[in-house]
């Protein structure tokens, strides 16, 4: 099965998209259905408006697979970094083999790291509060 990466614009306006037709309780929307919705992408003499414009950035074939099958939503540079934070703090908490301490002190030197380069930069990322 193909799987389908939007971007979080992309995501936001498909999610718009999908609440509509779930909603939709008029025979003459263009939101009636999800095969209506497919036509109006494919026949090029329509585009979606306000937060669903970006829905129109998404190819014919990842837009049908997107609202049929359901996607995932790319991560950017923040959604990475608190990722890779995330990551180190964890396995520190969770690692119990005997080089436990070799482990605990590369994460406690990544997260120290990655905490003076945010700081420095003036950087802040959702999810990491720094001191």
């Given amino acids: 099965m193909k799987e389908v990466t939007l971007t979080k ?4 306006a498909m999610a718009a998209i999908k609440e509509l037709v779930d909603e939709s ?16 992408k494919l026949d090029k003499t329509y585009s979606f408006v306000g937060t669903r414009r970006a ?7 990842d837009f049908i697979f997107a609202l049929l099958e ?4 790319e991560k950017d540079a923040d959604d990475l ?5 995330e990551q180190a703090y964890n396995m520190e908490l969770e690692d119990t083999s005997p080089s436990m301490n070799n482990t ?14 945010l700081k420095t930069k003036d950087i802040s990322i959702r999810g ?4």
């Fill in 104 to 117: 605990y002190i590369y994460n406690d030197g990544f997260r120290h790291g990655m905490e003076f380069v």
């Fill in 25 to 40: 309780r008029h025979y003459n929307s263009l939101y009636r259905n999800n095969a209506s919705v497919i036509y109006a």
């Fill in 81 to 85: 970094v608190k990722e890779k934070y």
């Fill in 9 to 12: 614009e992309q995501a936001a």
């Fill in 55 to 61: 829905a129109n950035t998404i190819s014919d074939e």
């Fill in 128 to 131: 990491i509060h720094l001191d």
């Fill in 70 to 73: 359901g996607y995932t939503v």
